[in-house]
């Protein structure tokens, strides 16, 4: 894969910008995000602008990008990380310390190339590394009509939890939660090994 896998930049928040509206022009869009791209259309380049650099910055959350050879970005994911006890971003208050995935998204034509595998790769990584009490889990909500991407997170190993949430707008319609464990490992190959990581999905899903 000759993609390029990195956090975003701060100063990079007009494209950061663009790859937002294109999702949500997505045709799952509607039971993948919360917004819409109108709301989205409609926000100041000062949102936009305090968002990236928040996701640059990586204190509480941490937007990577996938970048095509030609300089498109090709996808994206945002992980929020939620500690217990804290504000949760989206869905229920952490009950453990743990990462949130939101915002995946892989343009159609860059779709079967492994390009998500290699942003939740990232995201997995940045999350078990993050300093502080280790983080217990990635959760992530998949919308219950989206059966494309509730069998692939099945697929790459993401459990549901039981845990639903009634959809924003449309309260007759479920959330699903499911979770990744954080590998447990021996205190033999505690230092030598990385963590085992999930195949991942070319559905989108974010908030």
């Known amino acids: 894969m000759d993609y390029v896998v990195r956090a975003v930049r701060a100063e990079e928040w007009a494209r950061a910008k663009e790859i937002r509206l294109a999702a949500l022009r997505d045709p799952v869009a509607s039971i993948a995000f919360l917004e819409t ?3 989205a259309l409609g926000r100041p380049d000062v949102f936009w602008q305090e968002r990236t650099a928040g996701a640059a910055a990586g204190e509480h959350s941490r937007q990577f990008i996938a970048e095509a050879p030609d300089g498109q970005w090709a996808g994206t994911v945002s992980v929020l990380v939620e500690r217990a006890g804290g504000t949760p971003g989206f869905g229920e208050a952490a009950e453990v310390d743990q990462a949130h995935l939101v915002g995946v998204f892989v343009r159609p034509d ?3 190339r492994g390009v998500v ?9 940045w999350s078990w590394s993050l300093a502080g009490p280790p983080l217990e889990r990635v959760r992530l909500y998949v919308h219950e009509a989206n059966a494309r991407a509730e069998a692939s997170y099945r697929r790459i190993g993401f459990l549901p939890t039981g845990r639903t949430l009634p959809m924003e707008g449309d309260p007759a319609a479920l959330e699903l939660e499911f979770e990744f464990r954080r590998p447990k490992r021996t205190e033999r190959t505690a230092h030598t090994e990385r963590p085992e990581h ?10």
């Open 117 to 125: 595998d290699a942003l939740f790769r990232e995201a997995i990584d």
């Open 110 to 112: 860059h779709r079967g």
């Open 37 to 39: 791209y109108e709301q």
């Open 198 to 207: 999930p195949r991942s999905p070319e559905a989108e899903r974010g908030r």
